[in-house]
Structure formats: structure tokens, C-alpha cells
């Protein structure tokens, strides 16, 4: 930090007031935020290093844009997108992840766009006390434009619930199976705590996503395609986000 500037960060991201735009990207990966940034955003500055969980501003199609790595899981995605809509005053936030698909119907590198995210993670019971079972789901006016976009662009995209997941690895594939039966597409780790969050502090969240993993055949995409090759999802959102 440049001597004689007054330190202003949220506790896990480095930006001083006025730096992160008011609708942000949120990956998983901070690697695919900087590819991201770096691909589509013009001007793009990076505000925040702290743990490597990169976060950048920039402008696309002359909107405002920023892009925040969130981490894996709900306990990291949500730490960022409660200091982001608290601390920063964002109010639009679109999850641009990786996930497994679960249905027969999906193939690799399809994109998806979460109507809303069933979850085995406590994070929800706790805050119910168990005795709610809150069904997170996704901001309607993002989630219908994002559906304009992708017919716009001519990209193929479901639309329809997932799973968030706390654990990548499970020992019961068999649930998978399940809620296959009941509509489920696919599995992440992010969505439920993002939908909890935004609609906690009337922010907007939406989750587009790209098919890494098949679970029913095995079949997967490499490292440094999670990071930087999923751009078909990556036009949906920003077109979204800056409507
Ligand atoms: O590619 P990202 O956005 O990280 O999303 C998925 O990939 C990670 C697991 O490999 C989890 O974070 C999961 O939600
Ligand atoms: O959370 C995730 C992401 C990609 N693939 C999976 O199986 N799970």
C-alpha cells in the first residue's frame, strides 16, 4: 500500500472503498478470474491479492465490471459474497463455476444456469435451526435475461436446479442417483450459500455454470480448461450482468 493511505480493505479482500464495481463475476478459481479479467475486461485493474484470491475491475461493453475469485465450498464463496454486498455495496453477483453433471441429459462442457440449489451443507440449518428446510434459488430477472442471452448468442444452456455440495469427494454416489431422479443436473460447491446470502441482503445472485466432470461416465476436462477455456459461460454472464 502507497505510504499515507488510510487502510479501508474488508477483512479477506483488498480493495478500498470504490474499487470493486456494484456487479461482479464470482469463479471459483481466482486463476479463471484473472483470465477472465484479462480476456474480456478493458482497463482492468487488479484490487485485491490477499490469499491469492484475486479480484479485478474493469469495464465490458462500457459497464463497470468486476471479477472476484471466491475459493472452493460455501464456507470461502460465502465469506466473499457477504464482505462484497456489506463492505463493497455490491448488489449483482453471477457464480461462473465448474460442475459435475449428474443427468444422463448433460454432456461435458454444457453450460448451466441454477434455477435454484438444493444442499447437504448445515450452513442453513443453523441458521433455521433446523427447523426450516430453505430452498436457495436464484434471482428471477438475472436468470430470465441470462436465458435471453444465451438464445441471443445461439448458446445451448439448461436451465434447472442443482446440488451444492460440501464435499467434492462423497461416499454415497448413490444420493447422486437420487436426485438425479427428482430433476437435479449437476453438482457444485458454491450456490446454496450464494443464493442464501444475496437474498439475506437484497442483493441479486445468479449461478451459470460449465460441465467439467460427468459423474455417470467418468468423462472430465483438464486443469487449465476449468481456468480458461469455459467462455461460453463467461459471455452469458457478463452480458447478464451489465443488463
Ligand atoms: O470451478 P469452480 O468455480 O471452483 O467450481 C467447482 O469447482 C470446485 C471443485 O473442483 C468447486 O469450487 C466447485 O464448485
Ligand atoms: O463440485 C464439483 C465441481 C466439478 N465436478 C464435480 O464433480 N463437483
Not at 472503498?17 to 486463476?31: F, S
Not at 457477504?82 to 463492505?87: F, G, P, Q, S, T
Request: with cysteine; aromatic share 8%; hydrophobic share 40%.
Amino acid at each position: 500500500m502507497p505510504p499515507g493511505r488510510i487502510e479501508l480493505m474488508s477483512t479477506h479482500i483488498g480493495a478500498q472503498p470504490g474499487e470493486i464495481a456494484d456487479r461482479v463475476l464470482l469463479p471459483g478459481d481466482p486463476l479463471r478470474a484473472k483470465w477472465i479479467a484479462e480476456t474480456y475486461l478493458e482497463d482492468a485493474k487488479c484490487y485485491s491479492t490477499v490469499r491469492n484470491m484475486f479480484g479485478f475491475t474493469g469495464t465490458y461493453r462500457g459497464v463497470r465490471v468486476s471479477v472476484q475469485g471466491t475459493g472452493m465450498g460455501m464456507p470461502s464463496a460465502s465469506i466473499y459474497s457477504h464482505e462484497l454486498i456489506n463492505d463493497y455495496g455490491v448488489n449483482t453477483l453471477i457464480r461462473v463455476g465448474s460442475c459435475g453433471a449428474l443427468s444422463e441429459s448433460i454432456k461435458l462442457r454444457d453450460v448451466i444456469a441454477a434455477i435454484g440449489s438444493s444442499t447437504d451443507s448445515n450452513m442453513n440449518r443453523m441458521r433455521f435451526d433446523g427447523l426450516i428446510d430453505y430452498a436457495p434459488v436464484a434471482d428471477f430477472g438475472l436468470l430470465r435475461k441470462s436465458v435471453d442471452v444465451a438464445e441471443a448468442r445461439g448458446i445451448p444452456m439448461h436451465v434447472g436446479p442443482i446440488l451444492a455440495a460440501d464435499a467434492f469427494y462423497t461416499d454415497r454416489p448413490d444420493l447422486y442417483d437420487t436426485l438425479a431422479d427428482y430433476g437435479v443436473l449437476a453438482v457444485e460447491m458454491e450456490s446454496a450459500a450464494l443464493y442464501t446470502i444475496a437474498a439475506r441482503f437484497k442483493a441479486r445472485a445468479l449461478t451459470v455454470l460449465t460441465v467439467s466432470d460427468h459423474i455417470k461416465t467418468g468423462e472430465r476436462t483438464t486443469a487449465q480448461e476449468r481456468e480458461q477455456t469455459f467462455g461460453q459461460m463467461v459471455e452469458i454472464a457478463l452480458d447478464t450482468v451489465i443488463a
